[in-house]
């Protein structure tokens, strides 16, 4: 995200008049950046932020209400089916003929027909088909639930991220303010020394070389932290933008908010708690493991409706029928018969004997495989909890390392300073210890930041973020 200040250097080296036409145009492009305001942002608001405006966590909550539907119509398979049919119809006469169509008689037919008809089942058995659909549909939401659980925790992870580049680039920016106060005040030392003939023209020159590298830095800085805090503001939801009309054109107009994260983060004291505590709580909360989980069960219910059509079906069934004339009669009677009946109905499929047992098969071998993906993503969740937990204990080491280097750096910064100052050393150990120093200043900040972006990785991975 940063370059390094060396390289800067050298392409400053080879070609200072880009750098100033690059300056010239971040001036004109800055005039045109949207107006902002800055709003603080503690960590909990950062996902409170996450909660109430995410785009993809809502998409997700819109999956839960379609399953808990899905739970509604499977439950609505145990109420009785009811079916009801009237109709009314012309009659034409009826004829008969002998079976050679000889001796043709025409029968006058009454010509006005009505049927009415009402037939109710209710299904008392069904090899356990409908309960193992409504366990799937509950299981369905179960895992619709635990799709917005790892939502949030994927979507809270990435704005976590962002957030700690921003404070990571904040605090990259006040370096690079102070080494450029410190390098302007050497520059006005060393002209001072020119006027008293103690230092020549090109020892100034390097260091107002070293002046821009490190303004263009902080111009990449700055742009980078822009790019990052827009980026930030559409997961959040927070960027603003309205039409303005302007005569007949309408422009588009945008007010940026400046995402400022709390200086607090990086002095907090974070959990110590050592690895048994990370891997049980992970296998408690991690959603992949619960997706993982609810994945056989799922594949379990889908083979009980596999096996359920080797069972025969068992309903109660009602019907009553309301028709005339009554055609059955030669001559048709133009009378109305209504007849009605209840009993119990029982259906067995003889051919699921030989069509279902392969379905068995596949539905048995699928339940197989999700307690196999089970296993696998236990072992995932064991290798990347020992992982994080390893990389989180490894950053406390990181930044004992890197303030010992600040340390150094700045001591060596302070004596190369007094030998330049007593012409005891050159200009271009000077450029270096300073360049020493800033790098070491710089991966100081990174340290501080990499130990909170660590432990909520742990979070992240054992599903407590």
């Not at 005040?185 to 590298?213: C, F, P, V, W």
């Amino acid at each position: 995200m940063i370059k390094n200040i060396l390289f800067v250097s050298l392409l400053l080296a080879g070609g200072t008049h880009w750098a100033s036409a690059q300056s010239q145009t971040t001036v004109g492009a800055a005039a045109s950046l949207p107006v902002s305001k800055k709003e603080n942002m503690t960590i909990s608001q950062l996902f409170q932020k996450v909660e109430d405006n995410s785009k993809s966590l809502r998409t997700s909550l819109s999956g839960v209400e379609a399953a808990h539907l899905g739970i509604e119509a499977a439950k609505s398979k145990k109420l009785p089916d009811l079916d009801a049919s009237l109709s009314f119809s012309y009659i034409g006469n009826a004829l008969i003929t002998d079976r050679n169509f000889s001796n043709v008689h025409g029968l006058k037919s009454p010509h006005f027909g009505n049927n009415f008809a009402f037939q109710a089942q209710q299904v008392v058995y069904a090899g356990g088909a409908i309960n193992a659909g409504i366990k799937l549909a509950e299981l369905g939401k179960q895992q619709a639930e635990v799709g917005v659980k790892l939502t949030r925790q994927q979507i809270r992870f990435i704005a976590l991220g962002q957030y700690l580049d921003l404070y990571k680039i904040d605090n990259r920016i006040k370096v690079y303010e102070k080494n450029i106060e410190l390098t302007r005040q050497l520059i006005d030392d060393i002209k001072e020394k020119q006027t008293h003939g103690m230092a020549l023209k090109n020892d100034i020159t390097r260091y107002e070389l070293q002046m821009e590298s490190l303004k263009l830095g902080l111009t990449a800085l700055r742009n980078n932290r822009s790019i990052l805090n827009h980026q930030l503001c559409n997961i959040l939801g927070m960027n603003l933008g309205y039409l303005k009309k302007e005569g007949s054109q309408m422009n588009q107009t945008s007010q940026e908010i400046q995402i400022i994260p709390d200086a607090t983060i990086a002095d907090k004291t974070y959990g110590k708690e050592g690895e048994a505590y990370w891997q049980t709580a992970g296998t408690l909360n991690s959603p992949l493991l619960e997706q993982s989980n609810n994945a056989i069960r799922i594949a379990e219910q889908k083979e009980k409706i596999a096996k359920s059509d080797l069972l025969p079906k068992v309903a109660f069934v009602a019907a009553d029928n309301f028709d005339g004339p009554i055609l059955f009669e030669l001559p048709p009677v133009e009378k109305n018969l209504n007849v009605w009946y209840v009993g119990v109905g029982v259906k067995y499929s003889l051919s699921s004997l030989f069509k279902s047992n392969k379905r068995i098969k596949q539905a048995a071998v699928e339940t197989r495989q999700a307690k196999e993906a089970h296993a696998v993503q236990a072992e995932q969740l064991n290798n990347n909890v020992q992982a994080a937990y390893l990389q989180y204990q490894q950053t406390y080491v990181e930044l004992e390392t890197q303030r010992k280097s600040v340390e150094l750096a700045q001591q060596n910064y302070d004596v190369m300073n007094a030998r330049y100052l007593s012409q005891l050393a050159l200009v271009t150990d000077m450029v270096d210890a300073s360049n020493l120093k800033l790098n070491a200043e710089l991966s100081e900040v990174d340290a501080r930041i990499n130990i909170v972006y660590a432990y909520y990785r742990m979070k992240y991975v054992a599903g407590e973020i």
